[in-house]
């Protein structure tokens, strides 16, 4: 069982950053790859972006490449998702989740089977 409580969410400005951080415990973390999602008022959750176990690859969405950066220090327990650039758009609860490596770098939220609480983000125009 891996539970997961992520940190740093809040209000900013477009053009802004924030730094999203994600403790993980309770379970071998480099077994895992991990993955942020977000989910905005009425709309689907969305996947952000993943990282591989060792950290050397990751994949974004579209909608956040060159703009947002995800990390992780399994020595530490901890993923990071760094966004700069931030618009309104990217408003939205902001999701951690764990998938086993076997499954691969995904994009569906059903290959992951452990999830954070949320942290909600805000960019106002």
């Known amino acids: 069982q891996v539970q997961l409580v992520e940190s740093g969410g809040g209000l900013v400005q477009a053009g802004g950053s924030l730094r999203l951080s994600c403790a993980a415990s309770?379970?071998?973390?480099?077994?895992?790859?991990m993955g942020w999602f977000r989910q905005a008022p009425g709309k689907e959750r969305e996947f952000v972006a993943v990282?591989?176990?060792?950290?050397?690859?990751?994949y974004y969405a579209d909608s956040v490449k060159g703009r947002f950066t995800i990390s992780r220090d399994n020595a530490k327990n901890m993923v990071y998702l760094q966004m700069n650039g931030l618009k309104p758009e990217d408003t939205a609860i902001y999701y951690c989740?764990?998938?086993?490596?076997?499954?691969?770098?995904?994009?569906?939220?059903?290959?992951?089977?452990?999830w954070g609480q949320g942290t909600q983000v805000t960019v106002s125009s």
């Open positions: 309770g379970g071998t973390f480099s077994e895992y790859n």
């Open positions: 989740a764990a998938g086993r490596l076997e499954y691969g770098l995904r994009t569906e939220s059903t290959w992951y089977r452990y």
């Open positions: 990282i591989g176990w060792s950290g050397d690859r990751a």
